[in-house]
């Protein structure tokens, strides 16, 4: 059984940061495409960041440009979001997510496994 869990999630103030990170188990991610998704309350969720297998150019949503880094690490079947200069409204429960094929989509059914989510709180 496939599995993605998150990690890293917390209570940041405005300016600071945090490192998200995603383990994959249960089978090998290596040439799936990985991504972030979030949600805030009240809201959809929605495309944040993504990277195609081979780790080649990420894809971001405009809000997180030049604030957030997406990478991931094969060998650890891993994928990790840095999370650089949070604003108030980066509050969401973030979620992982892994798209068989390994290219980018921003449809969320195209996504093939879900994370649980981590809550991330960015306080004014």
């Known amino acids: 059984q496939a599995q993605l869990v998150e990690s890293g999630g917390g209570l940041v103030q405005t300016g600071g940061s945090l490192r998200l990170s995603c383990a994959a188990s249960?089978?090998?991610?290596?040439?799936?495409?990985m991504g972030w998704f979030r949600q805030a309350p009240g809201k959809e969720r929605q495309f944040v960041a993504a990277i195609s297998w081979s780790g080649g150019t990420p894809y971001y949503t405009d809000s997180v440009k030049g604030r957030f880094t997406i990478s991931r690490d094969n060998a650890k079947n891993s994928v990790y979001l840095q999370m650089n200069s949070l604003k108030p409204e980066d509050t969401a429960v973030y979620y992982c997510a892994a798209r068989e094929g390994g290219s980018f989509s921003y449809a969320l059914s195209q996504w093939d496994y879900w994370g649980q989510g981590t809550q991330v709180t960015v306080s004014s």
């Open positions: 249960g089978r090998t991610f290596s040439s799936y495409a």
